[in-house]
């Protein structure tokens, strides 16, 4: 069964408790949380004091994206602020550094995840994938939530799945960026387990009949 995670970049902000506690209702099985630093990627978004809050209010299991360079710098407090996983960009920092940050999230005794930007290729989370429990294949570019998904990420997402399956069966595959009840099933055919979704799932009125359509796929 694939897992839905809404992003709650497109959350409303100024309600965010009773935001999440309306996806939680509907049926979402984890939070993702989006960090911007304006440097990685042009925008900026959130951070600790919000993910601290946030671990204050809900059990749910929180997926945090770091989309800020060297993330080595703040793996620990991001675990400390409530993560139950912590997602960073290989593009983000050295291999010895990307490495780093993975095993120090492993040592706060969470959950690790991997992510590539879309012109990075499959190959590039080779190193990685016995430290990971998860890996991301973002099918935007990162930075803002309501873009268009792109199909040409489906081959990827089928290289990451064959090259999980033969040394890390257990990892999770997600997907980020465009995903709507059509596109959905283009990923879950490729073998994403876990569908991030903004817009398809906070940009609709009834979050409920949002998560069925993806979980349809
Ligand atoms: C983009 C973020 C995404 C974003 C997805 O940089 O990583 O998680 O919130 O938004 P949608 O689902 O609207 O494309
Ligand atoms: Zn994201």
């Keep these: 069964m694939i897992k839905v995670a809404p992003s709650i970049l497109a959350a409303d902000f100024a309600r965010l408790g009773e935001e999440i506690e309306d996806v ?5 099985d984890m939070l993702h949380f989006d960090v ?5 990627v042009p925008n900026i978004s959130f951070g600790i004091p919000v993910l601290k809050s946030l671990r204050r ?3 749910m299991f929180l997926d ?16 400390e602020a409530g993560a139950d996983l912590v997602n960073v960009h290989v593009e983000a920092d050295s291999p010895e550094n990307i490495r780093a940050a993975l095993e120090k999230v492993r040592a706060c005794g969470k959950k690790t995840g991997i992510t590539l930007k879309p012109a990075t290729p ?3 989370a080779a190193p990685y994938l016995e430290l990971a429990d998860l890996v991301l294949v973002m099918t935007v570019e990162p930075g803002f939530g309501g873009q268009s998904f792109m199909a040409d990420m489906l081959d990827k997402l089928r290289r990451v799945r064959a090259m999980l399956d033969a040394v890390n069966p257990a990892c999770e595959l997600e997907v ?3 995903v709507n009840a059509q596109t959905a099933a283009l990923c879950a055919d490729a073998g994403a387990s876990v ?8 940009g609709k009125p009834d979050r ?6 993806l979980k349809q796929a």
Excluded: K, Q
């Design 64 to 79: 945090v994206h770091l989309m800020i360079d060297r993330p080595l710098r703040y793996a620990e407090r991001f675990c």
């Design 122 to 124: 499959a190959e590039a």
């Design 195 to 202: 569908l991030v979704a903004g817009s398809a799932v906070f």
């Design 24 to 28: 939680r209702r509907a049926g979402a």
């Design 208 to 213: 409920a009949a949002a998560i069925a359509a």
């Design 176 to 178: 980020d960026g465009g």
């Design 57 to 59: 209010s809900t059990d």
């Design 36 to 40: 911007m630093d304006g440097l990685f």
